[in-house]
């Protein structure tokens, strides 16, 4: 073992024993922001507490115009973990613990790189990522911050991924007429019914964009996360609530698909459409736009010497730069298929070449 995966395995057991799982959302501005700031020497920095366990370190060395940015927060354990997981297990091949892939396996390799470089740097860590409800980014992005490029850790098998979907989120609520289901417009009256139909209408019409195409990635995704409403079998629900989310392809209209899924509901019943939530592609833009600041996104990762991997279709902040007009792409260690799971897990060949590429950037003077 080379003594920068040695030293980044050190950093990553300190790492998973803060706890900073969200929900519950309850981070607070020392402990793993006290550790992060003494193995940081040579940087100033600028600690932000935005509110709801929103914690943002920015840390500075020299006068760097690129931004290495990586959240801290977790998503809950669950009870299938087989140990503890806030204690790191190393094996030959892996490194086990909560967050170690999803993803302070990354921030580790970042405090390693700095320790045995002297070039400009600037990290941003943040805890709010896992709530969807980017408070730490868009704060760092309210300010003249001066960086003009965003490299975002995420697990990419360390490739620089160029493009990704965005994510939107909504609520819908129904009504209806109470009264006793043997009526012979209860099909029509029920609440439930009309939630049902739009969904047949808006998965129809998800199936019709499969032909749509951006950047390797194609279609539509959608999701009904939830219906519920009604009272009893023999009874006519009187309203109803459905949630639902789709991630659209860099070069569809987030606003037109919201337009779209509204109009697919009879407007005598559907009472409420909210969007809930809304994290754009990667890139932003519309299509020239998009595409134009992809291109600018792979340069970039080719001038730094980073092998380029395929879209993805999870969605990362990488997304919140980029429309903020800054070249962004994705680039971290493991792999996503490990994030969120029991026993969560980084190979540590990936750990160890994260780091490498992480030194090697840090000693450039450009």
């Not at 003594?3 to 057991?13: R, V, Y």
């Not at 045995?116 to 992005?141: P, V």
């Not at 009309?194 to 047949?200: D, F, N, S």
Request: proline share 5%; charged share 15%; with cysteine.
């Amino acid at each position: 073992m080379s003594e920068a995966l040695a030293s980044t395995l050190t950093h990553l057991e300190a790492l998973v024993g803060f706890d900073t799982r969200n929900p519950p959302r309850a981070i607070g501005t020392g402990g793993m922001f006290d550790y992060l700031k003494a193995n940081l020497p040579g940087f100033r920095f600028e600690l932000t507490d935005f509110g709801a366990g929103a914690v943002a370190l920015l840390a500075v060395r020299s006068s760097p115009r690129r931004l290495f940015n990586v959240h801290m927060d977790t998503v809950p354990d669950s009870p299938a973990w087989t140990a503890s997981p806030h204690v790191l297990r190393v094996t030959p091949d892996r490194a086990i613990g909560l967050g170690a892939c999803d993803i302070k396996g990354a921030a580790a390799a970042m405090l390693t790189a700095a320790a045995c470089t002297t070039g400009d740097a600037a990290f941003l860590f943040t805890t709010d990522e896992e709530a969807n409800d980017a408070r730490c980014i868009a704060g760092f992005l309210a300010q003249g911050h001066g960086f003009s490029e965003a490299i975002v850790a995420e697990p990419t098998h360390c490739e620089a991924v160029l493009a990704h979907r965005g994510i939107a989120s909504v609520l819908m609520k129904f009504q209806g007429q109470a009264g006793h289901a043997s009526a012979a417009n209860a099909l029509k009256l029920s609440a439930l019914h009309q939630a049902i139909h739009w969904g047949e209408a808006a998965l129809a019409f998800v199936e019709s964009q499969a032909h749509q195409r951006f950047g390797g990635l194609t279609g539509l995704r959608f999701n009904i996360g939830r219906i519920e409403g009604g009272i009893k079998a023999n009874m006519i629900a009187p309203s109803a609530e459905l949630r639902f989310g789709f991630r659209p392809l860099p070069s569809m209209d987030t606003a037109h698909l919201h337009a779209h899924f509204r109009s697919l509901a009879d407007p005598a019943a559907l009472a409420h459409y909210e969007p809930t939530f809304f994290g754009p592609p990667l890139p932003a833009g519309d299509v020239a736009a998009a595409e134009s600041k992809r291109l600018a996104a792979r340069d970039l990762a080719d001038g730094l010497g980073l092998p380029i991997g395929n879209a993805v279709d999870f969605w990362t902040e990488a997304s919140l730069f980029s429309q903020a007009g800054m070249t962004a792409f994705v680039f971290g260690p493991g792999d996503i298929a490990q994030a969120h799971t029991a026993d969560e897990w980084v190979a540590l060949d990936q750990l160890a070449t994260y780091t490498d590429h992480l030194i090697r950037l840090l000693s450039r003077h450009d």
